[in-house]
C-alpha cells in the first residue's frame, strides 16, 4: 500500500491565481481531511469528508474547496490564492482509529 | 469553546533522562485522544491513542500516555530519551460518536542534549 499520497511536492504560486492539491489513500478509509501547517499555529482543518459524496467545513475553510467524488481522493482547491495561503499542506485519512498522514505540499503564494 | 492546549511550546531534555509532555483538553465529554509525532520536513506519525479502557496506553517507540479524567489532560511520557526522539509532538482530539474531525494542539518541540 502507497499510504496517503499528495501532489505536488512544491509550488509557488502568484497572487490570483489558482490551482488543486490532490490526496489519494488506497486504504479504504472513509474519512479523509485536509489541514494547513504554520509555524508555531500547529495544524488547523481545512475540510473534512466522512465518505464520498459528503464534506464539511473545519477551523479555517475559506479560500478552499474540496470534492470527493470517490472514495480514494479528496482534492483541495485554491481560488484565488492570497500570500496567506502560504503554508504546508496535509491531507490524513482515517477510519476513526488515528489519521494517516501525506508527506505534505509546500505553496508559497507570491 | 472545544480546544487542546499544549502549555510548553518548547522541551529540552537530556538523552537518557525521563520525558513527560503535557496536553489538556476541553470537550463536553470525553473525547478519542492521539499523540502525534513530526520528524522535520516529514509528516506525522500516530504514536498511540485511547479510546477507552486503561487509563495507560502504550505507543511506538517506547512511548506511553496517561489519560485523567478529573484533569481533563493526557500526557506522553518516556523513560529514556535517545536523541533520534527530537521532533515536535502534537497532541489532539476527535469527538466521540460525532464525525470525526481530528483538532490538533499546537505542538511541543522537543530538543535533546547529547
Known amino acids: 500500500n502507497a499510504g496517503v499520497t499528495q501532489t505536488p511536492k512544491f509550488r509557488i504560486l502568484k497572487i490570483g491565481q489558482s490551482m488543486t492539491l490532490q490526496c489519494t489513500q488506497d486504504?479504504?478509509?472513509?474519512?479523509m481531511y485536509w489541514y494547513r501547517q504554520d509555524p508555531g499555529m500547529g495544524l488547523k482543518l481545512i475540510y473534512y469528508?466522512?465518505?464520498?459524496?459528503?464534506?464539511d467545513k473545519g477551523e479555517v475553510p475559506n479560500g478552499y474547496n474540496v470534492s470527493r467524488s470517490t472514495t480514494e481522493d479528496f482534492p483541495l482547491r485554491l481560488e484565488l490564492a492570497a500570500p496567506s495561503q502560504t503554508s504546508v499542506y496535509f491531507c490524513?485519512?482515517?477510519?476513526?482509529?488515528?489519521?494517516?498522514f501525506g508527506p505534505g505540499t509546500r505553496l508559497t503564494v507570491t | 469553546a472545544q480546544s487542546v492546549t499544549q502549555p510548553d511550546i518548547h522541551i529540552t531534555v537530556s538523552e537518557g533522562a525521563s520525558l513527560e509532555l503535557r496536553c489538556n483538553y476541553s470537550?463536553?465529554?470525553?473525547?478519542?485522544l492521539f499523540w502525534y509525532v513530526q520528524s522535520p520536513g516529514q509528516g506525522l506519525q500516530l504514536l498511540l491513542k485511547?479510546?477507552?479502557?486503561?487509563?495507560l496506553v502504550q505507543g511506538i517507540k517506547g512511548f506511553e500516555a496517561e489519560f485523567k479524567r478529573s484533569q481533563s489532560s493526557f500526557n506522553l511520557r518516556k523513560p529514556s530519551v535517545h536523541w533520534s526522539d527530537a521532533a515536535e509532538y502534537f497532541c489532539?482530539?476527535?469527538?466521540?460518536?460525532?464525525?470525526?474531525?481530528?483538532?490538533f494542539g499546537k505542538g511541543t518541540r522537543l530538543h535533546i542534549l547529547p
Open positions: 486504504m479504504n478509509h472513509n474519512y
Open positions: 490524513a485519512s482515517s477510519t476513526g482509529q488515528g489519521a494517516f
Open positions: 489532539a482530539v476527535a469527538l466521540r460518536g460525532g464525525d470525526d474531525k481530528i483538532i
Open positions: 485511547y479510546f477507552s479502557g486503561d487509563t
Open positions: 470537550y463536553g465529554a470525553t473525547p478519542y
Open positions: 469528508s466522512v465518505g464520498a459524496g459528503i464534506t
